[in-house]
């Protein structure tokens, strides 16, 4: 799951590279700012994949409970991307209208929007074949789709912007191809794992009880998710005002942010499936396994990002542009990079507890409060200008922690997300 992860951000990078070695920097500010409002549509609707994989986890031991968890999911998908992409012209006029973006940036990103929002469809069912594969514990089905969408939106990443010259339009048509022959390949997964498992049983499909159950987690992480979202596209919109050179800077270097999201993440998903499984089989002593378990592989990858990010990350910088005044720039302000995993480090592992036990009250909680704390450091230190903007990220991360923390303290004391008197034997 950690290389599942990472397979993301590389991603991130190559469009940064590509875009970042074309004439101007507001090729790399645009998509940027349209990779940020594309994200912020679809990371929005991706509670589905968190979901899928907790109640696919909780059920795997049923099989038939579990194709039912992945017919809800998929109907799920198709309903809200048709929304999605029925609503794409308001959406995308209040999006741009609320950004005030210089000339040239904004119209290099519209396109980009333009184009990538008719991916919504493949992304949201690619989500859901991921968050299903993962709850019934295939950790390889979701690597390989990863890696095959990411591999081919690379490839013609490189190939339509750099042979064929459709720079902006050329990163937007990449990523529209590239999820829909994952799509493909993810439906040809879901048959290979479909067909050893017992003749299917539709009763039960249309339950109302666990379409609530499904719309509860979902309505939870929808609303968590959307503020996490809000979080980078504040961060990205509030860049925008320092000018196009910190705005491409900043898009270097939330590079290293997502490696570190991604990496960290491989754990959390690893938590998300074994304490979805602990629930269901109401086993506390492998829930207390795993959760010491990636709590210390996740403090080992935090080491070893420091490291990297210290030792390579002005390298990284120079690699992905060729623009003196954004690499000289970016340097600036790679210190708060370096030190970011170690802000990271719980709020992503709790991440994993707190779906696969789907606590996902908590989640929302705890986001509303850390929002208002990044909110509150920004207006405070917003004169400090970009260092000002990282200050009130890290802050962010820091309230995420604490909030967690103390929300699975609470569970704990009041009888713990896996009861101790339930214990298998």
Known sequence: MTLTGLATPMLGMVDTFVMGHLEAAYYLGAVAVGSTLIQLLFWGVGFLRMSTTALAAQ?????????????????????????????????????YTLLALEQEINLHSQLYFEICIWSMPAVLLNMVIWGWCLGM???????????????VNMVLDVVLVFYFDLQTR?????????????????????????????????HGLWDALAWKNLFVVNHHLFVRTILLLFS????????????????AANAVLINFFYITAYGMDGFAHGLEVLCGRAVGMRD?????????????????????LIGFFAGAGTFIIDWLTSLPEVQSAASVYLPWLIALPVFCLLPFLMDGLFIGTTRTREMRNSMVLSIGVYLAIWFVTGSLGNHGLWLALTGFMIARSLTLGYYSW????????????????
């Open 59 to 95: 059920a795997s031991h049923d099989s038939n409970k579990a194709r039912l968890v992945l017919l809800r999911s998929l109907v799920s998908a198709v309903l809200i991307s048709t929304v999605v992409v029925l609503l794409r012209e308001p959406l995308q006029h209040v999006s």
């Open 137 to 151: 514990q295939n950790a390889r089905a979701p690597l390989y789709l990863a890696l095959w969408i990411n591999v």
């Open 170 to 202: 050329g990163v937007a048509y990449a990523f529209l191809v590239a999820n829909y022959s994952g799509l493909l390949l993810g439906v040809w997964i879901l048959r290979r794992m479909l067909q050893p498992m017992p003749r299917m049983t539709m």
């Open 232 to 247: 980078f596209a504040f961060f990205m919109a509030q860049g925008a005002d320092f000018g196009a050179i910190v705005l």
């Open 284 to 304: 506390r002593q492998l829930f207390e396994r795993v959760i010491a378990s990636a709590l210390f592989w996740c403090i080992l990858i935090g080491i070893l």
């Open 410 to 425: 609470q569970i704990e004391r009041s009888g713990g997300f896996v009861p101790r008197n339930l214990l298998s034997s």
